[in-house]
């Protein structure tokens, strides 16, 4: 009984090598397809309406998912950053990259 217990064991601890194994493999291709959206202070921003019940009910099913124009006001660590409105109002929370989008102003807009 011993000798099985040291191989279930040893089974054990191979199963949790191709188990990590298994992790680095999935994690090297999804980082090679994730775009990084960097943002540089300054730079004029779409945000995303996050929380579900916040849209117009108005519009329906047609509301904006994209709001703004937003500035960047700093960045923090981890893609994250602070955003301020176009009046100069800072918002108190640091937002996520992957929450926003470059703002490419029209001609056609006055500014």
Do not use: Q
């Not at 999804?30 to 775009?35: A, E, F, G, L, T």
């Not at 100069?88 to 990259?97: D, H, I, Q, Y």
């Amino acid at each position: 009984m011993k000798d099985e217990l040291e191989d279930l064991v040893g089974h054990r601890l191979r199963a949790l090598v191709s188990i990590k194994e298994n992790k680095k493999r999935v994690a090297r291709w999804y980082d090679k397809r994730v775009k990084v959206k960097e943002f540089a202070d300054g730079d004029l921003v779409w945000k995303l309406i996050l929380p579900i019940g916040t849209k117009s009910s108005k519009f329906g099913k047609c509301s904006p998912n994209w709001e703004g124009p937003y500035r960047i006001n700093r960045s923090t660590r981890g893609n994250a950053y602070i955003l301020e409105t176009l009046k100069g109002v800072v918002f108190p929370r640091a937002l996520n990259g992957k929450y926003l989008k470059k703002y490419y102003p029209s001609i056609w807009m006055d500014s």
